[in-house]
């Protein structure tokens, strides 16, 4: 190797090396991030990408601008995050609906949830309670059990759209305990509220995010909640499994991705900085006002998290015959 190559040579090596140090020691982000979330702005997962985003854009440095692409049971978002250059400056919200569920509600899905994605880390998860109007005949738990067990397909409940965690939520109830329950699927929060809040479609497991408030208003009352403990915003409503109705733990979770590809230390600190932001005495008190839980962890924490959750809801899935295509 002659002098001029052996220069080239080292140069290259150096630029090498020196190129992730150059994001761990803050170089990166140099313009602004686009945050995609798959739903209407307003809603649950929109208002936590929001929270997040303001306090996570004070110590990045630049401006994280939310783009709410919603559809296709996510798959729009998704598809458009996991087409993007893999720099760090387009991430999104993702929840149960990419992560567990569409790889087996769709035969055919136009991405990967575990090749086509870099995984960042987990944002947290809210449980799902099973609520009814007050002028269902049943009004505690043992009651509501028995009598859809001796009516069955009798009553109807609410979920936010096919392949929800709502709808999902219900399919795994019925399938512990043998039972029948009509659904009627909706689009989106806010409707099926409205249906369930006046007694037309008198039965949903809603998440805490958009419906603790009408709990607390009375306008529904919550029977159960799908968690492991009690939430400590609910603390009089029993589990599912105090009830008896054993394995039924339902909540939807969410968490940070950004296309496969993303270099590590772009990963790291999109991280840190997320981390950093769920411990944010802000953030955590606008969580715990209804019931949404933090999760904070490395990026290995959550995609384990996600893959574990899409075996365990793959079940259900098939069991339930459950389909979007």
Known sequence: MNRRNLVFSLTATAAAVASPLAFSQGQYPEQLIKWVVPYPAGGG????????????????GQQIVIDNRPGAATNIGAELVARAKPDGYTIMSADNALMAFNEHLFKKLPI???????????????????????????????????????????????????????????????????????HIPYRGAAPAMQDVMAGQVPVMFLDLASGLSIIKSGKVKALAIGSKARSPVLPDV?????????????????????????PAPVVARLNQE????????????????????????????????????????????????????
């Open 274 to 325: 997320l981390n950093k932001a769920l411990a944010d005495s802000t953030v955590v008190k606008r969580f715990s006002e209804f019931g949404f839980e933090p999760v904070r962890g490395t990026p290995e924490e959550f995609k384990k998290l996600a893959r574990s959750e899409a075996a365990r809801w793959g079940q259900v899935i098939r069991a339930s015959g459950v389909s979007l295509d």
């Open 238 to 262: 029993p589990t599912l499994d105090e009830l008896g109705v054993k394995n039924t733990e339902v909540f939807a979770f969410q968490g940070v991705l950004g296309p496969a590809g993303l």
């Open 45 to 60: 997962t929109d208002n936590i990408a929001r929270a997040l985003a303001e306090s996570m854009r004070a110590v990045l």
């Open 112 to 182: 990967s949830p575990e090749k086509d994605f870099s995984y960042i880390g987990a944002i947290g998860k809210f449980p799902l309670a099973l609520v009814v109007h007050p002028s269902f005949p049943a009004q505690d738990f043992k009651a509501f059990l028995a009598y859809v067990k001796a009516n069955p397909g009798k009553a109807s409940y609410a979920s936010v759209g096919n392949g929800s965690p709502h709808h999902l939520a219900m399919e795994m109830f019925k399938n512990r305990t043998g039972t029948f329950i009509t």
